[in-house]
């Protein structure tokens, strides 16, 4: 198992990864502060080593499924940052041509079937992909994300049972950031740690602290092979915390000040910097490059993003975007047989 | 194995190798006609899909080995094996929502609900994933699924087993949703729902199964057309699944008393035909609608407004007559049961005091 | 080292301008990223703006009563930050 502090090029990958999804929350809050993105934003803002540990275990051509608290999620499978931006900016130039907004951003191209609006939703379509990859013998694995909210859903619970029964190519990351709006992970289940619940479905289930990407790595790691062998589905609780509250109307009013910031003391990107100063793997000028790398890309984002034309507002273009047409080419959706 | 294509509805994209996309069917083999019934009539088209398009599969609770709850899938386990007809848990959230993903990945899932009324157990996956995906993700991903479950009353089933439930659908944009009222619709709608890119749910009435009908083989029907099953000048009846049969019914006892009906099948519920309705509504200037669903905001209301806003509302000479089942869950009894649908009676006795209006 | 707006946040979906209430530092002070430095009234609620950036305050120009519509500046704080994001104006033409 490959430790990712240790190799130059996979350390400077991890963090640039991470500090490029932590410098796009942020930007996302100054600009949605700004009165410059519409709607809310559900910001994942000290999550970012789930995401990334989770998305190295993979295969770029693996799938993942995400939620609405998805941006890093599609940060770390790849997506394009421009055009992510460009979306929440409800530019024609983003994923969704400005209509799906933050909730609905996919990117089915490099594996990311999308974020879902409904909590517990993408759960049974990531099972339904792994039936398909299963169907097919490609080989591909898919991640399904949730949160601690969602292992409440019954779509959670349908659907790890089918995926057990079935014994599909599915890996179940649960990222348990403690709160689902504002209730308490601890008011909302009478078991202490979530990955108990693979038991009752006949699986594994693992709780693995989700702000140290490494430890995410391995888990998933396993997980994901298990998967690609045939061996069916895996439960990986990744623990973590969000810095901001669940959206923007949030006033924090169910956690306290000194909560936030004593996990903020516990940044797993700053965690992994030191990781890898004491692997001797960069040198502080790379680790700062890698930061600097994050805050260019992300600036170059906005500034293309926005000087984008917005979203026509055309009634006949609306409408017939709501039915996919019969001669689609392949090329703008998957293909299961190459 | 035949590359079926015709231009009218083209492949979308390129198959499998050797595989047909289900397509219409031009020239080749002619569509011999054989009667079945139209349970027979979907095992075969589903047995015809699941042959020639390895994409396809089907899955739901009990179709495999007990061959599903009406006897629809009855063999079809034996003939193509447990990965591609595949027996599920009691989870509806599950099977839709696996359909929905299964698709979006390339494959033609047709899940089947047990009964139409368990279209609620799946709602989210059916109306805010199934329906929006292709919208929202900007035309980044489609959702080929085809739901298939019975509907309607008749059998005794009460309340939560005898729903048709279309209306609820019709008003989700972004579904596409068919009431084959005849074996060879059942066929032919089938085939274009499969082949259709769109999220498609087919409500086929329980009481149809053991209707017997001409099917030709490789039958289609295309999406969005209806079907004008007989024509005269006293009035239009406009008649959706089971009551399209009733309504021809009605219509030789009308013709015995010389009055001669126009009856139109919608076929599909959305996109809905309407040119064709309108047509046949202007010609003779009376239509009677006739739906099983409770009438209140019923499908067929949705028709009605179609009419009076269109120039065939000048054409009208009475106001528009809905025939629908009652406002009530339905009961148990079978009086209660007939009681609460309209019958061949009913229709007959609507249509016959439209054609005498002034 | 650059002079970083505070600016008025949004905090709802539909808020569209806030009243200024009082500043909870004065110029001088040196602020945290994330920590409350004014209160503002929205929708009868009273909110806190916290700080965006680590730096000095060099100038607040907003007055109790001042009804500011979101994304109007309120004060400046100058960033020792050099490798956050900045402010972004540059960037949105």
């Known amino acids: 198992m490959r430790d990712l502090a240790k190799e130059p ?4 990958h991890a963090l640039e990864t991470m500090w490029t999804a932590r410098r796009f929350e942020e930007a996302v809050d100054q600009l949605f502060a700004r009165g410059l993105m519409h709607g809310t934003m559900h910001l994942s803002i000290g999550q970012e080593a789930s995401a990334t540990g989770t998305c190295m275990a993979l295969e770029p051509d693996d799938l993942i499924t995400s939620t609405h608290r998805g941006h890093s999620h599609c940060v770390a499978k790849g997506a394009d940052l421009t055009r992510m931006m460009a979306e929440l900016l409800a530019k024609d130039t983003g994923y969704c041509r400005g209509r799906g907004g933050s909730m609905h951003i996919a990117d089915v191209a490099t594996g990311n079937l999308g974020a879902n609006g409904i909590v517990g939703g993408g759960i049974p379509i990531a099972v339904g992909a792994a039936l398909a990859q299963k169907l097919t013998g490609s080989g591909k694995v898919v991640v399904s994300f949730f949160g601690d909210g969602a292992a409440n859903e019954g779509a959670f619970h349908e659907a790890a049972n089918l995926a057990a029964v079935w014994q599909l190519p599915v890996v179940f990351v649960c990222e348990n950031n403690h709160y689902g709006m504002s209730m308490a992970a601890d008011e909302a289940f009478a078991i202490e740690n979530i990955s108990t619940r693979a038991a009752a479905y006949g699986f594994p289930g693992v709780t693995v602290d989700g702000n140290d990407v490494q430890e995410v790595y391995e888990m998933v790691s396993t997980a994901v092979e298990r998967a690609r062998a045939g061996r069916g589905p895996t439960l990986v609780e990744n623990v973590t915390y969000r810095w901001k509250g669940h959206s923007k109307s949030d006033k924090n009013l169910y956690r306290t000040r000194e909560e936030i910031a004593a996990w903020q003391d516990r940044d797993p990107i700053v965690r992994f910097e030191e990781a890898v100063r004491a692997a001797g793997s960069l040198s502080d000028e790379e680790i700062q490059a890698a930061r600097k790398a994050a805050t260019d890309a992300l600036r170059d984002a906005i500034r293309t993003a926005n000087a984008a034309p917005p979203a026509p507002a055309d009634r006949d273009l609306l409408l017939d975007a709501v039915y996919a047409a019969e001669n689609r080419t392949a090329r703008d959706r998957m293909e299961v047989y190459a | 194995m035949t590359t079926i294509e015709t231009s009218e509805n083209p492949t979308d994209g390129p198959g499998p190798a050797g595989s047909a996309v289900a397509a219409p069917i031009s020239g080749g083999e002619a569509g011999e006609a054989r009667e079945l019934t139209y349970a027979e009539s979907v095992r075969e088209t589903l047995a015809d899909l699941l042959e020639t398009d390895e994409r396809v599969f089907i899955m739901g609770e009990d179709i495999g080995v007990y061959g599903g709850a009406f006897g629809v899938t009855t063999g079809l386990l034996e003939r193509f094996g447990r990965e591609r007809v595949r027996d599920t848990p009691i989870s509806e959230i599950a099977i839709v929502g696996a359909g929905v993903g299964a698709a979006i990945c390339g494959l033609r899932p047709v899940v089947e609900l ?7 157990c799946a709602m989210d996956q059916i109306v805010n994933q199934a329906a929006k995906i292709h919208f929202m993700l900007g035309g980044a991903a489609q959702v080929p699924m085809v739901i298939r479950a019975p509907a309607g009353s008749g059998t005794g089933a009460a309340g939560q087993h005898s729903q048709s439930p279309e209306a609820w659908f019709a008003h989700v944009p972004g579904l596409k949703v068919v009431m084959p009222a005849t074996p060879a619709d059942a066929a032919g709608l089938l085939r274009a729902a499969v082949a259709d890119p769109n999220p498609v749910i087919v409500f086929e009435h329980k009481l149809l199964y053991k209707q017997k009908g001409e099917v030709p083989r490789n039958h289609f029907v295309p ?6 099953r007989r024509r005269g000048q006293a009035l239009t009846i406009v008649a959706t699944s089971v009551m399209v049969g009733k309504s021809l019914a009605a219509a030789d006892e009308l013709a015995a ?15 809905l035909d309407d040119a064709t309705i309108l047509a046949e509504v202007a010609a003779t200037g009376r239509a009677l609608l006739v739906q099983e669903a409770p009438r209140t905001a019923g499908f067929v209301a949705e028709i009605a407004a179609r009419i009076t806003e269109s120039d065939t509302f000048h054409a009208l000479k009475a106001p528009i007559v809905r025939l629908c089942g009652l406002d009530a869950p339905m009961a148990y009894a079978p009086e209660l049961e007939k009681a609460s649908v309209p019958q061949v009676p009913d229709i007959v006795a609507a249509a016959r005091q439209l054609a005498k209006g002034a | 080292m650059p ?10 979906m539909t808020m569209e301008e806030g009243e200024f209430n009082n500043w909870l530092i004065s110029v001088g002070d040196t602020v945290t990223k994330g920590q409350p430095v004014a209160i503002v009234m929205t929708d009868k609620v009273e909110m806190e703006v916290e700080s965006e950036v680590e730096g000095k305050v060099t100038r607040l120009t907003a ?3 001042d009804v500011i519509p979101v994304g109007g500046e309120l004060g400046f704080v100058e960033s020792n930050e050099d490798e956050g994001l900045g402010d972004l104006s540059d960037l949105l033409g």
């Open chain 1, 9 to 12: 090029d996979v350390a400077r």
């Open chain 2, 114 to 120: 047990q009964f139409s009324d368990f279209v609620t």
């Open chain 2, 223 to 228: 999406l969005g057309k209806a079907d004008v």
């Open chain 2, 257 to 271: 008393e010389g009055i001669e009906v126009t009856v139109v099948d919608p076929r599909t519920i959305t996109p």
């Open chain 3, 3 to 12: 002079e970083v707006p505070i600016r008025m946040p949004k905090m709802s």
């Open chain 3, 63 to 65: 007055q109790e009563g």
